[in-house]
């Protein structure tokens, strides 16, 4: 059983998010599915899923990792180094396409969803070759 520290140790981060929280956000600016991510990290979608939820600790080079992949530091993961929260810019001509596809039928909705995942990964997969 681990011991009880005697003296409380200061806080490293400055920011309130959780380590999870944090892959999360920033996964999010970057524009990627835990699909993708998981894809560029060479692991199963649902570690992401656990990673962000606080479920399982991450290890160092999971650290490591996800840094390479979301093309930041390990700082800013662990919170030591805060990435500014960029505002997200989004076409108008894409806000209304996703109005459209928000009224189709929920199969027809998950199609063209998981179409546009693929187009997607294509790319980003095109992006990153040599």
């Keep these: 059983m681990p011991r009880v520290p ?9 920011s309130e998010e959780t380590i999870g929280e944090r ?9 990627l599915t835990q699909r993708q991510l998981a894809n560029r990290i060479g692991i199963a979608q649902n570690l992401i899923s656990d990673y962000e939820n606080s479920k399982i600790r991450l290890y160092d ?22 990435i500014p929260r960029e505002p997200m810019v989004v076409s108008r001509r894409f806000i209304n396409r996703l109005t459209i596809i928000e ?28």
Excluded: C, H, W
């Design 61 to 82: 080079e999971m650290v490591a990792r996800l840094a390479k992949a979301l093309k930041i530091s390990s700082d800013e993961i662990l919170g030591i180094k805060l």
């Design 23 to 31: 892959i999360a956000r920033i996964r999010k600016l970057r524009g």
């Design 6 to 14: 005697k003296k409380i140790l200061p806080q490293i981060s400055n």
């Design 103 to 130: 009224t189709f039928p929920e199969t027809q909705k998950k199609r063209v969803l998981r179409n546009l995942d693929d187009a997607i990964d294509s790319y980003t997969q095109r992006m990153q070759s040599p």
